[in-house]
Structures are given as C-alpha cells and as structure tokens.
C-alpha cells in the first residue's frame, strides 16, 4: 500500500529563555496541540524580501517572523542557498552550522533524510493489508512503529 504525505510547515512558536544564566543545555516545553487547523495570521513587514511576514501562534501581537520561500533564509529572506534535504522533506531553512535544517516524512530520518527505516519495509511484517508507520527512530520501547489496520483488524501486526 503506497502512502503519500505532504509536509507542510503550520505555525511557529517563539519561547524566550527567561534565565540564560542557568547552565542548562536542554530546555523542556510542554505543547498542547489541538486538532483545529490553525489560521495562519499574517502581518504587514516590507522588510521580508524573499518571504511572508507570519506572526507566532503564542503571544501573536507581540512577535512576527518571516517565513522564508524555498532557497532563502536569515531573519528577513535575503540569503540565497540551496538546500540539502531530500526531496520529499521539508526544508525549513539554515542552522547555526550553515547546513539545512530538515523536517523527515514517515519512515525517514537523518540529518538529510535520505536514511530509510527498513524495518518497516520489511515484507510480512503486519498482516490484512496493515500498514506500518514507524515513530521515532530512537524510540524502540515497546515498539518503534504503529499498525494501521483496516476496519475490523487490530493489534501491533493486524
């Protein structure tokens, strides 16, 4: 069964560090997301020259951003580059280290996504025409994937 999904990136959150003098190296945000498609609210800033001015999804009066077209990245669109994700990610702009930041499909990961989890490729491995979506590639407790069965089949394998 060939499954095609289409990324596409919603909304954005700004989170400020309240004390960057702590030394921490993670942080930890809990995230509340509902099944409502989320409007995006756009914003009126001639400084996004390759892009759209978008506003947060939290605290939308106070803080906007530019989301940048394919191909472009920095604060208001105007770096060319070219990204290096696979062609069926979502490339959602340039990291710290000047290499591109990628959003994988199911049962891809990696830096680029061209790494593919062949555990799900398998044959055999589910039954009644399931089909096996993994999760996370480092989850591998109790599973790293779902089934989903059709109607009237259930269980990790259909």
């Known amino acids: 069964m060939l499954v095609t999904v289409y990324l596409e990136k919603n909304s954005s959150l700004f989170l400020p560090i309240k004390f960057p003098f702590l030394p921490v190296e993670r942080i930890s945000v809990k995230l509340n997301l509902s099944n409502e498609n989320n409007i995006i609210q756009y914003c009126n800033n001639n400084q996004c020259i390759n892009g759209q001015c978008i506003q947060y999804l939290i605290n939308p009066n106070q803080r906007n951003f530019c989301r940048c077209k394919s191909?472009?990245?920095?604060?208001y669109c105007y770096i060319s580059y070219v990204s290096t994700c696979?062609?069926?990610s979502l490339c959602v702009g340039i990291g710290s280290n000047n290499r591109s930041m990628c959003i994988c499909p199911i049962n891809k990961f990696g830096s680029q996504c061209l790494l593919t989890n062949n555990i799900c490729q398998r044959k055999n491995q589910y039954q009644n025409n399931g089909t096996r979506l993994s999760y996370d590639e480092f989850n591998i407790y109790p599973y790293s994937y779902i089934c989903v069965c059709p109607k009237g089949f259930t269980g990790n394998r259909c």
């Open 86 to 88: 696979s062609f069926d």
């Open 71 to 75: 191909g472009w990245t920095g604060e």
